[in-house]
């Protein structure tokens, strides 16, 4: 189960994303649960398997914004890092961003379970 303790060892912003949810612990905690089913993961690893930028900047500019709602620190950086990339275009291997992206997102749903 995902606790607050767990969230603040994961690196997450915990203080700013229960501001965000006006204290509401509950609803924060039950939100972060519901982050790593988020399809905007799949969608960016089907963009760049397909070499699609356009819509892998779509799925990583969607992610930066959940991640960074929910104050989901690593996440969001390295979300914004991958973002920043897209945005620009950039030919490069995204797949070392992207394992690490996806390796946190497992993370953050083992500790949810």
Request: glycine share 4%.
């Amino acid at each position: 189960m995902i606790t607050i303790e767990k969230l603040n060892n994961f690196g997450a912003d915990t203080a700013d994303g229960l501001r965000r949810c006006y204290g509401a612990e509950a609803l924060y905690l039950k939100l972060v649960a519901m982050a790593p089913a988020e399809k905007s993961f799949d969608a960016l690893k089907t963009a760049l398997d397909k070499n699609d930028l356009d819509a892998a900047f779509e799925a990583a500019h969607a992610l930066k914004g959940v991640l960074g709602n929910l104050s989901l620190t690593p996440m969001y950086e390295k979300a914004s890092q991958m973002t920043e990339l897209l945005r620009a275009r950039t030919q490069t291997d995204y797949a070392p961003l992207l394992n690490e992206l996806l390796d946190m997102r497992d993370t953050l749903a083992q500790l949810c379970a």
